[in-house]
């Protein structure tokens, strides 16, 4: 909504027209009736600012964006003089910023400007932003970092994550919403969070259980990305349907709704073309089987058709589905017929030694008999959701190992 | 623009105007008021006025001429300039006018102790609402950003916390609220409807049997749309089904927006509509899926959501419907179990995995073994098919009593 409309009503409070005044005058006058209006609208036409905030941190309304100056960024650097200068003299720089390793001492190399949470529009100016053209190096320079392996992954993704925080930061700030540039930077670091949410999540799984908290920020962070690069496709019209896909895999899983809207809402919105591209009717595709409950169909789709990045967001997933179609067979099978854990196998595409232990998951028991075949008794009343850290079973795809033996991290 | 018109004509059609204007507000006649605020309408009174101020150029001098014009100017002048506007088609210059007029009329509205001129106050909401979606078509047109619908809902906003308070003014509130959910679903911002609802459904001085009948139509009915996009089955069904026991029967059109989304909340129920339904309103999008599902024919329902898909989608029912897979299984399951309970019944209970194959098969759709037995054990889970299968033998076993039971009303469970 509007706030400056608003002030026909009230008088204004706070300072002039900086981000605050806005969202804590209405806040602070609403009678009983004047509706609240919550300002986290991923799906507007324009791209969300959530990172613009005012020195009161709150969130801003997306139409703030036509209200921003005309901002031109002209710092050349990765990181403003000015900034890499104090950083130096703070020792806050990060491992990979620092020359030779000197915590107070960087370059204009390695420097990496950081996200900055309260800033107001006011005190922006020009030398600070950086240009499309210098956020493009910037990225292409973190990138380089992030498949370094030179420190602990956690390490890594952190700087980046902070640092991608930025460009999008300077992006939004200088009103871009054109050009194949941008996009490109936006589907980067779209790439980056899905990576990374994998990679997070086997070192979930296997070691440092501090590691979860991150999951939930990147993906936040993803799910904004997403929505701005869905703006520039709206403004642009060159939509790359991959990338919508995304979305809708994000949303598989029975009540989860990352953007708190509805997939039917939200589809009503694509472009027709967009809805019937090959990556689309994929993520459709799964989303039917999902809804159904058909969990062969959604195994067997994702091994014969899923792209490697799909595969990263669909990951969390294909556990639960592999629960669901688990618990189905224990429920609707019959006693005297305990399944072969190698037709289990079959179903829900794991290796058999993987079946014994995901079973156990789930509360349910497996014997074997004097031949040495596995079996799973079925009728079992143990069975439960799998609790913790999700394991992690690869699934048996040809396919997947080689996409993912061939080009695991290529951003 | 009408150059027959002569300046002693256009003179006259002004200051008839302005009278009738003062006197219609003297008189407290809030049915008279209406047509003097209305554009859309396109009435020849309201073209021969546009025509009259555009022709006459300086109907400001008319309205400062006496007292009893000049105490509404706020409100007329940007009025007349509106009006300038829409004659010759700036559209987006129209709705800034009319913007600015209509909020001095609320001003005065807030003034006017009791709720006569609250009709008026509905033509005026209703044009802010139509200019607004013209300026828009304008904008686009010229490669601008659409945004004055954006706008016509903040004000819409301003006008519900006007009717919002104790007095006799509040039953124009869920007028109102429905101007601002057809303002939310054209720009899609569908998540600003709650806010209102909250209020309308939450605050003390409201009560929902006040409101005129059909503004409660109206509201149920885009109240239960809201419902069927986030799939809460039992409460769409509750919302729509009161619009349509209350709508105006005569009103075919309406009625058959409300049976568009209706519809698809009844059959996830488990609940089919007659063909005689269907024709009667010209839903034909949904005769092949009811045939599907009477005949448990995958194939046909399949075929019928890619037939109609874009428009499935446009109404936000497509995945609703795609969902309705699960009952046409257990209707093409029911029909081998009728099949051999004819041939055999004392053995009709036990459906041979293979049986089920060829049946898909004969419908044209390749499903192996395990498919077929993945499908059963999810019919089973999900409480549509009562019984087991035996994984060894490949066979279904079907209970005894009532082996597909009915949805009576629920939705299935997930």
């Not at chain 1, 000197?102 to 800033?119: D, E």
């Not at chain 1, 809708?248 to 019937?276: A, C, I, N, Y």
């Not at chain 2, 600003?192 to 309308?200: A, D, F, N």
């Not at chain 2, 897979?325 to 099949?339: A, F, G």
Request: charged content about 25%; hydrophobic content about 35%; aromatic content about 10%.
């Amino acid at each position: 909504m509007r706030y400056y409309l608003m002030e026909r009503w009230q008088p204004r409070r706070g300072r002039g027209r900086g981000r605050g005044s806005y969202s804590s005058s209405s806040q602070t006058q609403s009678n009983n009736f004047r509706p609240s209006n919550t300002s986290n609208h991923p799906t507007t036409r324009k791209p969300t600012p959530n990172h613009i905030s005012s020195k009161i941190n709150i969130k801003q309304d997306d139409n703030d964006l036509e209200d921003l100056p005309n901002l031109t960024g002209s710092c050349s650097y990765m990181c403003p003089v000015e900034e890499r200068i104090q950083r130096e003299r703070l020792r806050d720089l990060a491992i990979f910023e620092r020359l030779n390793g000197n915590p107070s001492q960087s370059s204009s190399t390695l420097a990496v400007k950081k996200f900055c949470r309260t800033i107001s529009t006011k005190d922006v100016r020009n030398v600070d932003l950086r240009p499309v053209l210098v956020l493009e190096d910037t990225l292409n320079h973190l990138l380089n970092v992030f498949g370094s392996k030179s420190q602990p992954f956690e390490v890594i993704h952190d700087f980046i994550f902070d640092r991608t925080r930025s460009i999008r930061q300077d992006l939004s700030m200088q009103g871009i919403v054109t050009g194949d540039q941008a996009i490109g930077i936006y589907e980067r670091i779209v790439k980056f969070h899905i990576i990374s949410q994998h990679k997070l999540q086997r070192n979930y799984v296997n070691s440092n259980p501090n590691v979860s908290p991150m999951h939930h920020l990147n993906m936040e962070q993803l799910t904004k990305t997403l929505s701005s690069l869905y703006h520039l496709y709206d403004q642009t019209r060159k939509p790359n349907p991959e990338f919508y896909s995304f979305y809708v895999l994000l949303h598989l899983g029975s009540d989860h709704q990352p953007t708190g809207e509805s997939l039917s809402l939200w589809f009503r919105k694509l472009p027709f073309s967009v809805m019937k591209s090959k990556e689309m009717m994929f993520a459709r595709r799964l989303l039917r089987y999902s809804r159904f409950g058909n969990y062969k169909q959604f195994l067997d789709t994702i091994d014969s058709e899923a792209s490697g990045l799909q595969y990263y967001v669909l990951e969390p997933y294909v556990c639960d589905v592999r629960a669901f179609g688990l618990s189905c067979l224990n429920h609707g099978g019959y006693k005297l017929n305990p399944y072969p854990l190698v037709d289990v196998s079959k179903h829900l595409f794991m290796e058999e030694s993987d079946v014994e232990s995901f079973c156990k998951d789930c509360g349910l028991d497996t014997y074997t008999s004097e031949d040495g075949t596995k079996f799973m008794p079925a009728k079992q009343t143990s069975f439960c959701s799998p609790k913790g850290p999700r394991k992690y079973y690869p699934m048996v795809s040809e396919r997947l190992k080689t996409l993912y033996d061939e080009a695991p991290e290529i951003i | 623009m009408a150059s027959y018109m002569s300046m002693g004509e256009a003179h006259r059609r002004i200051t008839d105007y302005l009278n009738r204007f003062v006197d219609v507000i003297s008189y407290q006649d809030g049915t008279s008021l209406k047509p003097l605020l209305s554009l859309s309408s396109e009435s020849p009174s309201f073209l021969a006025l546009a025509d009259a101020l555009n022709l006459f150029q300086d109907a400001n001098r008319l309205i400062k001429q006496a007292d009893k014009y000049s105490q509404y100017a706020e409100i007329v002048a940007p009025l007349f300039r509106a009006m300038q506007s829409y004659r010759v088609g700036h559209l987006v210059e129209s709705y800034q006018a009319f913007e600015k007029s209509a909020n001095a009329f609320i001003q005065e509205f807030r003034n006017w102790e009791s709720a006569w001129a609250l009709e008026a106050l509905y033509v005026v909401v209703y044009e802010i609402r139509i200019l607004a979606e013209k300026a828009d078509r304008e904008l686009a047109s010229n490669g601008k950003t659409p945004e004055k619908l954006k706008a016509a809902g903040s004000f819409l906003m301003k006008v519900f916390g006007v009717l919002a308070g104790k007095g006799p003014k509040r039953v124009g509130a869920l007028y109102v609220t429905c101007q601002l959910f057809k303002v939310y679903f054209k720009l899609g911002t569908v998540h600003l409807c709650r806010s209102v609802i909250r209020s309308i459904e939450t605050a003390r001085i409201f009560d929902f049997e006040e409101f005129p009948v059909r503004d409660k139509v109206t509201y149920m009915y885009y109240t239960g749309r809201l419902e069927v996009l986030n799939e809460n089955f039992p409460a769409a069904d509750h919302k729509l089904s009161y619009a349509l026991k209350h709508c105006d029967p005569q009103s075919e059109a309406n009625i058959r927006m409300i049976l568009k989304y209706l519809v698809p909340v009844k059959l996830s129920i488990g609940i089919l509509p007659k063909k005689a339904l269907l024709e009667k309103y010209t839903l034909v999008e949904y005769s092949d899926i009811v045939l599907a599902m009477k005949r448990g024919d995958l194939r046909l329902l399949r075929h019928a959501l890619e037939e109609h898909e874009d428009r499935f989608l446009r109404s936000g029912v497509y995945l609703v419907l795609e969902k309705l897979e699960l009952q046409v299984y257990q209707r093409l399951v029911k029909k081998i179990y009728i099949i051999q309970k004819q041939k055999d019944p004392s053995k009709a209970h036990q459906i041979k995995l293979e049986m089920i194959v060829k049946a898909l098969k004969w419908l044209e759709m390749e499903m192996d073994l395990d498919e077929v037995e993945c499908i059963m054990s999810i019919l089973i889970y999900k409480n549509l098919v009562k019984g087991y299968f035996a994984h060894k033998s490949k066979v279904a076993v079907l209970s005894k009593q009532d082996p597909f039971p009915k949805l009576n009303g629920k939705p299935i469970n997930s």
